[in-house]
């Protein structure tokens, strides 16, 4: 199982694309900051986890400054023990500089997602024994003005042929570790993932996304994800590893 290989495949497919206004910069963390996301991969990456979630793209706080999804840096250093050099995007928003591991601007959604894996799992290995965590499309979009801008946004004639990148790499990513299911984290995920693994690909399902940009997550996302977690028949079970939750059966 080689998920870089994947990711340097989509990579290049990628590389020729263009974006025109609103996009003034696109960023690629897994080009300068293909340390740390190579770090998660050959740490974290498992074949046949209980579900493999999805997110949409890079956030400027997150994957943009540490290379891993939804890498908010404390989650990232602090949880799961990754911390690796960093470099620059080629054209450099001056308003949405990179600063790796420096960077001091928390991901709020990272905060959300990690912050519930680390308290209700305890360990990271606890975590991703059970599941792994990637996005969809590996690019940041921003706006002269610094905004981010969703890949979703972009006309179709610039989101169709990333889109069409994305999917294949997707696909290669569900072949490689065999999830039993697939769960969106948000709408435009689990959209996705659907159209391109189909019916006879794992199940698809989605989860609220943590972003603060949501009126609903803002009302405590953790206990509403867990929720639509145990809707889908995903114990969390005290966050126990497979291993640990035999052991415990057998001393009952």
């Not at 199940?203 to 943590?210: E, G, K, Q, S, V």
């Not at 803002?218 to 028949?233: D, F, H, K, T, V």
Request: glycine share 8%.
């Amino acid at each position: 199982m080689d998920l870089m290989r994947v990711q340097r495949r989509l990579v290049k497919a990628i590389d020729s694309l263009t974006f025109a206004a609103p996009v003034t910069h696109v960023y690629n963390p897994l080009v300068y900051a293909k340390r740390p996301a190579q770090a998660y991969i050959e740490r974290f990456a498992k074949k046949n986890v209980e579900a493999l979630f999805l997110g949409m793209n890079p956030g400027p706080f997150g994957m943009a400054q540490t290379g891993v999804p939804f890498g908010e840096v404390a989650a990232v250093r602090d949880w799961m023990g990754i911390e690796a050099p960093v470099g620059h995007p080629p054209d450099e928003h001056p308003k949405r500089p990179i600063a790796g591991f420096d960077c001091t601007r928390s991901e709020v959604s990272g905060a959300r997602l990690w912050g519930w894996a680390r308290e209700r799992f305890g360990e990271p290995e606890a975590f991703f024994e059970r599941f792994f965590v990637w996005n969809y499309c590996p690019l940041v979009f921003l706006e002269d003005t610094g905004r981010n801008r969703t890949p979703d946004k972009l006309p179709a004639h610039e989101r169709e042929p990333l889109f069409e990148h994305c999917d294949d790499a997707l696909r290669a990513l569900v072949a490689a570790i065999e999830p039993e299911r697939v769960i969106g984290v948000g709408k435009f995920a689990e959209t996705r993932a659907a159209k391109t693994l189909g019916p006879d690909g794992p199940p698809i399902a989605t989860i609220l996304h943590p972003s603060p940009a949501s009126p609903v997550a803002n009302r405590g996302w953790a206990p509403q994800a867990e929720a639509q977690l145990e809707a889908l028949g995903i114990s969390l079970n005290q966050g126990l590893p497979k291993k640990a939750r035999r052991s415990a059966s057998g001393r009952q």
